[in-house]
């Protein structure tokens, strides 16, 4: 097990401050080649760890399509956290073990119109997924991204926000919690954007979303308000978890080990669990 | 010691006059002559209650606990475990008109063995020193008495008294069930927590075992009222009491014969500062 | 398989440890404050292989340890490099004397979740190069119930060789598994040591006989399965939560608890990574950073506790996560019975 829990040393090639608290750090292995063999999947996390203060799970939040590094997100919410975007710049080392966990299920959502509901930093394992479509855009039918954080500088991934709304190919909706000077679109919460704007096809389509747990709570009851089925409802949970490989015992809802089960489910599956998220 | 049927009255009395919504005393296990803490919010269960020698727990622990906070509290205290109730009176943690104290004037409890627990023989406070209403015949304050093992300690040369206090913190598996189980100890962050402290980081290892128990001891020095809760909890049975009682030694010694939690408003040895403080043996 | 079984009397046992611990690394209850606790012996004297349950602590760190180096770091100017730790001491080929039945099955209830898709080969090499040698219990303590669990106490195969102490005095030795059966013939029997083949195994099944009524537990562990899978939302679990002060000791010496955090030691630009214990009854255990918890209150981290047990392990890898053996009875500050707890909230239902 030990050898299990020993990270790859990966460099901090590019730094990038998202929001006041999001940074989003672009990682290559230090080991040459190890980067062409670390093979992932829209979906599934990583530990990240900094030496000396610890270790936390993130998803990994670009598509190994881009190919030749991969992006962790990071909110400054806890300790550990905090010595990231306390002590880490560019060029600095991390250790990286994964990838764990499932992922979205390519198969299943292939032909179909894909629907991303993204709140705050729920974005970034949408993110991965949606890069990943993008670059196989001739796989799946209509596609649009709804995005909402509390204020407009909550907003994650600008620049590529913009990339998505100058594709044709894309539909992308804004939204922010509060009204703001200067903010062009839409104001109020997730949930209501998606009833009042957005308004999606039912027929063939599935939806994607993920965000703070109690954004995802009134979402899931919004879409079923909207008449989606349990199955075509899929979202990415969160968990406190230590060690990826389904020992530590510590994400486990009901029998469930979400480190391993998941962390990507269908609300169908979701509704089987036990009432504890 | 048996005051079973005193607490019984007394509960049945608060609850009928709606004056607690909640009664912590004890009640026996299902299966031997053990007790377990029992908080009591029907008044139905009151037949429950029993009050005997082996009444050993600190009921103040559970004065941090959710199920008490923000109620109206009856609760059964002995007199270590009044003295703690003092301290957490004046350290802010409970509020006085939220509680009724069962005061006991008490003998002694008896351990596992049935044999009196160490620190009753050398009690110095028996009687309850806050209650509403006391139950048993005081006896009144007793004179100090340094603790035996520490005599025995404090004959030995440092190198010793050292490795002896090395071995208790080899034996130390790092549970941390000493802190959860004082009654002293409520801070929502523990610098002994590795969750919410960067300080230590919670491995056994000897070194750890030696930060942790140090400082812990350090910041009970003073104020603990050595109710041996966090012996009767420790898996390993390490001699807890040795870190707190040497401590309280130096105190009674150094700091006017303070005692901590005896006197009503007492903020413990540490929290109060004279001129007149000795402090040669800081340096 | 069938092995001779060897019988003694006390003295021809007291041979049989003293030549197991002289020619091999052998572990057994080593007495401290008055808890055994397993450690290295080279002596008989030292140790006590027949030590009492209610003061063994379970020889799980033998295998699980409480504290395990991941790994070492160091950082510099040329980056950041991490290096494995010095080989596991707990690895090499050894002996076990003393670990009660009970504890020895933990392990095989340990070997489902260590042996589920990321195999934790220190675990199975610390797992195969030990042989467990241990005797019988002779009669139930207060706590014990270790009978009554979806195990088979008399042909349980965890202890690689058994001993049993006779009711008319004679003890019984017999391998019970392979590698036991290796180990007898690899380390064998002294005849002038008073050891002497038996011919009947009557007594062993006196004994058993005898140690299996005086069980006064008794639980009826599929009713308990089948009832507590079905009351998640009761309110029972308040009730039976509010005199634990969540102090962590049961997880901390429960033979089977398994859950672990993970903590660096940082000594400026170096450090050490450590695996250690945790437990559910941690109020921090599963606090995010950001703070959200899924189980902020006592009642649903002991939920958790008594469901992890007795329901979703059982539903994982098909076994209970509990071997009956009282330990976390035995320790409890305020004296909570996980048998009391699980059963009256079965009869909720």
Redesign the interface.
């Given at each position: 097990m030990e050898q299990l829990l020993v990270p790859m040393i990966c460099r901090i090639d590019k730094m990038i401050q998202e929001t006041p608290d999001v940074r989003t750090y672009r990682l290559k292995f230090k080991e040459e080649g190890l980067m062409e063999k670390f093979r992932w999947m829209p979906g599934q996390f990583v530990e990240f760890s900094l030496l000396g203060s610890g270790e936390c799970t993130f998803c990994i939040s670009s598509s190994s399509t881009r190919k030749g590094y991969f992006d962790c997100s990071i909110k400054k919410a806890g300790l550990v956290t905090a010595d990231i975007h306390r002590l880490l710049d560019e060029g600095d080392y991390v250790g990286i073990r994964g990838p764990f966990g499932n992922w979205f299920p390519l198969d299943e959502i292939k032909g179909k119109n894909l629907l991303f509901v993204g709140g705050g930093i729920g974005l970034a394992p949408l993110r991965a997924l949606i890069q990943y479509c993008i670059d196989n855009r001739n796989d799946y039918k209509d596609f649009t991204i709804l995005y909402g954080a509390r204020t407009s500088a909550d907003l994650c991934y600008k620049d590529e926000i913009k990339e998505w709304q100058e594709n044709p190919l894309l539909k992308v909706i804004l939204t922010i919690d509060k009204p703001e000077e200067a903010w062009p679109t839409n104001v109020g919460v997730v949930p209501k954007i998606l009833e009042e704007v957005v308004k999606p096809v039912i027929e063939n389509t599935k939806v994607i979303t993920c965000g703070p747990p109690i954004m995802i709570k009134y979402t899931i009851q919004s879409l079923k308000k909207l008449g989606f089925a349990d199955p075509d409802i899929i979202t990415t949970l969160e968990m406190r978890m230590q060690c990826g490989l389904g020992k530590c015992g510590r994400c486990n809802i009901g029998s469930t080990y979400v480190c391993k089960d998941g962390p990507v489910f269908t609300n169908e599956q979701l509704r089987g669990l036990p009432d504890e998220f | 010691m048996d005051y079973t049927n005193q607490i019984r009255e007394i509960a049945t009395r608060l609850f009928t006059e709606d004056k607690i919504d909640v009664f912590v005393g004890y009640r026996m296990t299902g299966f031997d002559d053990n007790q377990v803490p029992a908080l009591i919010r029907d008044p139905k269960e009151v037949s429950q209650l029993v009050f005997t020698d082996k009444s050993v727990f600190n009921l103040t622990n559970y004065l941090k606990n959710e199920h008490t906070r923000n109620k109206r509290v009856g609760l059964v205290v002995k007199g270590c475990d009044s003295r703690s109730l003092n301290l957490l009176l004046t350290e802010s943690q409970v509020k006085r008109d939220k509680l009724y104290v069962i005061g006991i004037a008490c003998e002694g409890v008896i351990d596992e063995a049935g044999n009196k627990m160490q620190n009753c023989m050398e009690c110095v406070v028996p009687d309850a020193v806050v209650y509403d209403e006391m139950v048993g015949t005081p006896k009144g304050k007793q004179g100090y008495q340094v603790n035996a093992d520490i005599h025995e300690l404090a004959s030995k040369e440092l190198v010793e008294r050292r490795a002896y206090f090395e071995e208790i913190f080899e034996n130390c598996i790092r549970c941390n069930a000493c802190r959860h189980s004082c009654p002293m100890c409520y801070c929502a962050k523990c610098c002994i927590d590795q969750e919410t402290s960067t300080l230590y980081n919670g491995a056994n290892t000897k070194s750890s075992a030696f930060h942790a128990l140090m400082t812990w001891s350090l910041h009970l020095a003073g104020r603990c009222v050595d109710c041996r809760n966090c012996e009767k909890a420790c898996p390993s049975h390490l001699p807890l009491h040795l870190l707190h009682k040497w401590n309280e030694r130096v105190i009674f010694e150094n700091f006017q014969e303070h005692l901590a939690g005896v006197q009503e408003g007492d903020r413990g040895a540490f929290y109060k500062y004279s001129m007149q403080d000795p402090n040669d043996f800081i340096m | 398989m069938n092995v001779e079984t060897f019988v003694t009397d006390k003295a021809g046992l007291v041979k049989f440890y003293e030549a197991i611990i002289a020619n091999n690394e052998t572990y057994a209850p080593v007495e401290?404050?008055?808890?055994f606790?397993f450690k290295r012996v080279l002596t008989l004297a030292e140790c006590d292989p027949d030590s009492p349950i209610t003061k063994t602590?379970s020889a799980k760190p033998l295998f699980f340890?409480?504290?395990?180096?991941?790994?070492k770091?160091s950082?510099d100017a040329s980056?950041?490099?991490?290096k494995?730790?010095d080989e596991?001491p707990l690895t090499g080929k050894r002996v076990i004397l003393g670990m009660k039945h009970c504890d020895a099955r933990g392990l095989q209830v340990l070997d489902k979740?260590?042996n589920?898709?990321?195999i934790?080969?220190?675990?199975q090499k610390r797992r195969q190069n030990s042989v467990i040698i241990s005797s019988r219990c002779d009669k139930a303590e207060?706590?014990c119930f270790c009978t009554s669990l979806d195990y088979d106490v008399e042909n349980l195969d965890a202890m690689d060789v058994l001993i049993v102490h006779g009711l008319d005095g004679k003890i019984f030795i017999k391998a019970r598994t392979e590698k036991g059966e290796t180990f007898l013939k690899a380390n064998p029997i002294d005849p002038a040591s008073g050891i002497q083949h038996s011919a009947s195994e009557e007594g062993m099944k006196k004994q058993y006989d005898a140690f299996a009524a005086s069980f006064?537990?008794k639980m009826d562990y599929k009713n308990v399965n089948g009832k507590l899978s079905k009351i998640?939302?009761t309110p029972e679990f308040e009730n039976v939560s509010?005199?634990c002060?969540?102090?962590?000791?049961c997880?901390?010496?429960c033979p089977t608890c398994?859950?672990?955090?993970?903590?660096?030691?940082?000594i400026k630009d170096t450090?050490?990574?450590?695996?250690?214990?945790?437990?559910?009854n941690?109020g921090?255990?599963?606090?995010?950073?950001?703070?959200?918890n899924?189980?902020p209150?006592?009642y649903?981290r002991w939920r958790?506790r008594a469901?992890?047990k007795f329901?979703?392990?059982k539903?994982?890898f098909g076994e209970n996560l509990c071997v009956g053996c009282g330990r976390c009875a035995i320790?409890c500050?305020?004296?909570?019975?996980i048998?009391?707890v699980v059963n009256q909230v079965a009869t909720t239902v």
């Open positions: - | - | 401290k404050f008055g808890k606790d602590m340890p409480r504290s395990a180096k991941i790994l770091y950082a980056g950041t490099d991490v494995e730790t596991d979740v260590y589920w898709d990321y934790d080969s220190d675990y207060t706590h006064r537990l998640f939302d509010a005199s002060i969540g102090c962590n000791t997880a901390f010496i398994h859950c672990f955090k993970i903590s660096d030691e940082k450090g050490i990574r450590y695996k250690s214990y945790d437990s559910c941690n921090y255990f599963t606090l995010m950073a950001g703070g959200h899924p189980r209150v006592k649903r958790q469901m992890h329901v979703y392990y539903e994982r320790s500050p305020v004296n909570i019975s048998f009391e």
